[in-house]
Structures are given as C-alpha cells and as structure tokens.
C-alpha cells in the first residue's frame, strides 16, 4: 500500500515569512496530490488539487508544486489564520492515502 | 447548496458495533461518489472507505473485515458500519464528497464517537 509522509512534523514561522512543506509518495503517484488545511475543531479544507491547482477561493499565497514522489506546498507571507495542520493526500486512486499532516505554529 | 452531516452515537462499548449515517444534500449520490474518513483524538486522517455512486463500495485494507458501507439513495443517505470495535476506533468520523475531479470538496462536520469499556 502507498504511503505518504510529511515533513516537517510541525513548524514555528513567523507572519509574513515564507513556509515550506513536503510530502511524499512511497511510490510515483503522478500528480495525483492534494493538500488541505484543518484548523482545530474543523473539517479539513481543500486547498490544491493534481498537485498545482488552487481550489476556488483560495488566497494565491498558496502553492503547490511536484510530480511523481515529491511535492511541495508553499505559503507566501503566512498569515496568522495560516496557523492550521495541512495534510496531502492522494487521490483519483484507490487507496486515498493522506499524509501524517504538518502543524504550522505562529510565533 | 451542498451540505453533509453525520449523525451516530456519542459513545460505543468495546467489541460493539458502530454505525453512522451520512445525510447528503445539494447533491445526488448517483451522480458522486462519498468517502469516510476518520481522525482519532490529535492525530491525522485516515481513510476508510467509499461509496460509488454506481452503487460499488472500496474499502481501506486496514479495516476491510469489519467494516461495511452501504446507501439508501432515495434518503440521500450512506451509511458506515464498523463492527468488533476497540479503543483506539475513538475518533471523529467524516464523510465527505468527492468531486467529480476525484477531489474531497465537501465535508461534514464530522461526529466523535468514544469506544468505552
């Protein structure tokens, strides 16, 4: 069975810094790939889809990029609703497999 | 507007069976398919299974012995069924759609439900 890991576990930025996270696939997964945000309490929120493409209404200080095993999601300028665990998974193909989710703390 | 909510029981005992059902609105679960997905207590996501909407059903091999998924379209209703429940199977339990991009747009809010002994 595919497995997807991320890391880092969790982050520590700053508003208006820059952050990057990664995910990846145990095997090619093409860009089968999605991210999504979770605040606590809340259900998870699409953010990118086949890897680069921002869902609607998502601020595009978001991005996604990768092909095959590695993917990326950056966030431009973090903000301080930013603050959330992110989680990629993936999909168009049985097992939907998500990743063990990114928490990304405010200073 | 499209909306998916969970209902089921707050608290299941040990080696019970779970059931939880999954009301859809705004959509037709002939045309979509819909997932569930659980998150036990600050831990991530996993998923558990599918309902297509020709009817067929695919399951996570972690869980594929015990646990059913079944619908009653003319409620616009899916159905989970989990049964020789244990501890660790306290979570939040989430169904959601998928698009027909094979995205997961849409989430209920998830109930929790607490494996007792």
């Known amino acids: 069975n595919i497995v997807m890991t991320q890391s880092p576990k969790s982050m520590s930025i700053s508003v208006g810094d820059r952050v990057t996270m990664n995910c990846k696939a145990s095997q090619n997964v093409y860009n089968n790939i999605a991210w999504y945000q979770q605040k606590p309490g809340q259900s998870p929120k699409l953010l990118i889809y086949y890897a680069s493409n921002r869902y609607n209404g998502v601020p595009d200080r978001f991005t996604g990029s990768g092909y095959g095993t590695d993917f990326t999601l950056t966030i431009n300028s973090v903000q301080a609703e930013d603050a959330a665990f992110y989680y990629c998974?993936?999909?168009?193909?049985?097992?939907?497999?998500f990743g063990g989710g990114t928490k990304l703390e405010l200073k | 507007q499209v909306q998916l909510k969970e209902t089921g029981p707050d608290l299941v005992q040990l080696t019970q069976t779970l059931s939880i059902t999954c009301t859809v609105s705004g959509f037709s679960l002939t045309t979509y398919n819909v997932h569930w997905v659980r998150q036990p207590p600050g831990k991530g996501l996993e998923w558990m299974g599918a309902?297509?909407?020709?009817?067929?059903?695919d399951y996570n091999s972690a869980f594929k012995s015990r646990l059913s998924i079944s619908r009653d379209t003319s409620k616009s209703q899916v159905f989970l069924k989990m049964n020789s429940l244990q501890t660790d199977d306290t979570a939040k339990y989430f169904c959601?759609?998928?698009?027909?991009?094979?995205?997961?747009?849409?989430w209920g809010q998830g109930v929790m439900v607490t494996v007792s002994s």
């Open positions: 309902m297509w909407n020709g009817g067929g059903t």
């Open positions: 959601a759609r998928q698009s027909l991009g094979a995205l997961f747009d849409y």
């Open positions: 998974q993936r999909i168009y193909n049985s097992p939907w497999t």
